[in-house]
């Protein structure tokens, strides 16, 4: 099997990250409350599969600690990919379901990240990106059904990390525009993203 189930601890790990991660946005809010919403290009790599590349995005909301160190979470859509020669398979090969059998998946999840930030001025802002993203697999798989073919979806989670760097400029007023790149690593797929973005400071 190609993917494997997500064991109970890395499942807690995520859970009390996130939860962390809200006490925190709650009880520091007062430091600096933003939300967040990103429009972005995506591009899979896999040794199992070769998939076309599509759109994405995010929206999220993160809080300022201080001018350096920042805690962002969002929901993230890595679109939907297509696979490149894929094959309808039988349907007594269910029991070994993965990434190599689907003929397209959608890919979506909850990251919590912070960010280390270097402001050389107040319209600048250059950071780093380090996160753990709690996914969603969505795998359609062509079955052969002897006659005819059906399509089925099944459903694959997992957790993984995920890092990126950018640049925010800020546009006046609370208004802050941003482009980041990103690196998800989701299972067997690594995920390229280059976002174009918007953040609104309360």
Request: no cysteine.
């Amino acid at each position: 099997m190609l993917f494997a189930r997500t064991p109970l601890a890395s499942s807690l790990i995520v859970k009390i990250t996130v939860a962390t991660v809200l006490s925190v946005l709650t009880v520091v809010s007062r430091a600096g409350v933003y939300v967040d919403a990103d429009i972005a290009y995506a591009t899979p790599s896999s040794d199992v599969v070769s998939a076309s590349a599509g759109p994405a995005f995010s929206v999220g909301v993160g809080t300022e600690l201080n001018s350096w160190f920042a805690l962002e979470l969002d929901y993230v859509r890595l679109g939907g990919f297509s696979v490149s020669g894929a094959e309808a398979i039988d349907e007594d090969d269910l029991a070994v379901i993965g990434l190599g059998a689907a003929s397209d998946f959608n890919i979506s999840g909850v990251n919590a990240s912070a960010l280390l930030s270097w402001r050389p001025n107040r319209w600048d802002n250059f950071y780093l990106r380090a996160g753990y993203m709690a996914w969603n697999n969505a795998l359609e798989v062509r079955l052969n059904r002897g006659s005819h073919f059906v399509d089925h979806t099944f459903n694959l989670d997992g957790q993984d990390p995920m890092f990126g760097l950018g640049y925010a400029y800020l546009l006046g007023g609370n208004m802050e525009s941003s482009i980041e790149y990103n690196r998800y690593f989701v299972g067997d797929v690594d995920i390229d993203v280059l976002a174009l973005g918007l953040n609104y400071h309360f």
